[in-house]
DNA sequence: CGGATCGTTGATCAACTTCAACGGTCGTGG
DNA sequence: CCACGACCGTTGAAGTTGATCAACGATCCG
């Protein structure tokens, strides 16, 4: 039962009972997406809040000169969405892709409400999801100030090992922000 | 009285009281800081967070080459620290500095655990404040990842005119990730 | 007045991109 | 089971963006 590495994950923020963290996790829909299969589209509105139970998703947008940008990863016990339109209820610039074979827990922005109103205490995990997300993109923003490319990647290879190997090397380089042929140079050293 | 910004500030999230607004407000203390003064030093520990009421503040960092970077602004109802620093009460890698003469609420992390304790309704508060700065810090990742610094300038010019006039422009340069020289380029044109 | 601070200018240089081409691998259909 | 094409990583040459450095000007303030 994939809700329950959810429940888990909640329980370890906040400290409720096994029956009511089980009432919060029915809120969820449990979702199965297989590889390149996609959850969101630009242009469509973004409703949903997405739990990876397992897999891993990636979050992208097409620039100015249409290459695929990729902003954000999520592997097993990340959220992801297009937060600045879920915030809204808006039309989202982005999209959501799973990179590999996926199951995830999705919650529509009404049941999300509902969620919060019906359990205050959720208030507090998601104030610490998101805080904690906001300290790493900060995180993220200090590396791309402080460093060459080169040593980006390098940093990301030493911080996230499994990752490089979990993921196609394409999707890295747009991730750090550069080019597929210069990543390439890179990793000759 | 200063507190009011605050007071006024939450209000506009959660539906409270003035009594207890009042009272939540009564956690904080009231400091002023003149321009260039330090709220925080590197190597110092993070132990508090600081609401804007007037003024401005930056945070920034020295990187390998000794630059001074500007990571965050905060001007009036913004909040700012160290995050990553503030969450693990650890030390931190920055410095907060005043731009302006500043007014400033400041809390420290034992008090917000009480005040989060005393007042639940208060993770709702910080729950949305985390979103918003979530989403503003992924909007500018996105900046980042899809323009020049050139357009980079451009945008953040016509989005906040304001922050122009009010901010010395070797900040901005170090804020938008560009050199003073280059910046002063771009702007002949 | 004199010094510190900030913005500007132009020359040189490095980091990184772009483009075009090639080679390997994997999965699918014949 | 092989052959083909799609997909992905690699290579090298040429081109661009933006950084660096040094010098000069302007302004502000004590």
Redesign the pocket.
């Known amino acids: 039962m994939t809700k329950l590495r959810l429940q888990k994950h909640i329980g370890s923020q906040i400290n409720e009972t096994g029956v009511v963290l089980s009432q919060i996790v029915s809120y969820f829909e449990n979702e199965c997406f297989h590889k390149k299969e996609i959850l969101l589209s630009e242009g469509s509105n973004c409703n949903k809040l997405f739990f990876v139970s397992k897999g891993c998703l990636h979050l992208y947008f097409y620039d100015s ?1 249409g290459n695929k940008k990729t902003t954000q990863f999520a592997i097993e016990n990340w959220w992801l969405t297009d937060f600045l339109a879920f915030q809204k209820e808006g039309v989202s610039n982005f999209y959501i892709e799973a990179v590999e074979n996926s199951e995830v827990l999705s919650i529509s922005f009404m049941n999300l409400k509902k969620l919060l109103a019906d359990f205050p205490q959720m208030e507090k995990y998601f104030r610490i999801i998101y805080e904690i997300a906001y300290g790493s993109a900060l995180m993220r923003l200090k590396y791309i100030y402080s460093y ?3 040593d980006i990647y390098f940093k990301f290879r030493d911080d996230f090992p499994d990752f490089i190997q979990r993921v ?3 999707l890295i380089a747009s991730f750090l ?9 890179i ?2 050293k």
């Not at 922000?177 to 140079?185: A, F, H, V």
């Open positions: 000169l060459s490319k080169e196609p090397q394409y922000g550069l080019t597929p042929e210069y990543l390439s140079e990793k000759k």
